[in-house]
């Protein structure tokens, strides 16, 4: 078992958990017998990541992330799904969004807001019956 490799930090192999399982449903013989579905587990707590990285990880997703991949019929191809979506939802955890920066409508959206509102409106009032003024 490899590194991850998770943005500019690696996850030894020791930190990561797999578990092999039988992957269930169609398949016959094939899935009932053979343990092809991969289970990888992260525990984020033990990990050996900066402590401002770990933190972020911990308020993001909890003290532990476990992915598992069970797409093909090679173990092998599955517990390489299974890396590379545990190295997404890792990255994705660590991404820091932008803050929003406050902006105002213009005067002009502003006036053609209130044109287009008073349009339809009219428009509305065109399709009533007459009344008894009219």
């Given at each position: ?7 500019d ?6 930190e ?9 449903g169609p ?5 009932n ?10 525990d ?11 933190s ?16 093909h ?13 545990l190295?997404?939802?890792l990255e ?6 932008k803050?929003?920066k ?10 053609k ?6 349009a339809r409106g009219?428009?509305k ?10």
């Amino acid at each position: 078992m490899d590194e991850l490799v998770v943005g500019d930090w690696t996850i030894p192999a020791a930190e990561l958990e797999e578990r092999f399982e039988t992957s269930g449903g169609p398949g016959g013989q094939h899935a009932n017998r053979n343990e092809t579905t991969v289970r990888l587990r992260f525990d984020i707590t033990a990990s050996s990541l900066p402590e401002a990285v770990r933190s972020r990880l911990l308020a993001r997703m909890g003290p532990s992330v476990e992915v598992i991949a069970g797409d093909h019929r090679s173990q092998s191809r599955n517990r390489e799904t299974a890396r590379d979506r545990l190295v997404e939802r890792l990255e994705a955890a660590l991404v820091v969004p932008k803050p929003r920066k406050k902006t105002r409508a213009s005067r002009s959206s502003k006036t053609k807001r209130v044109e287009k509102k008073k349009a339809r409106g009219q428009v509305k009032k065109n399709r009533r019956p007459p009344t008894l003024d009219d």
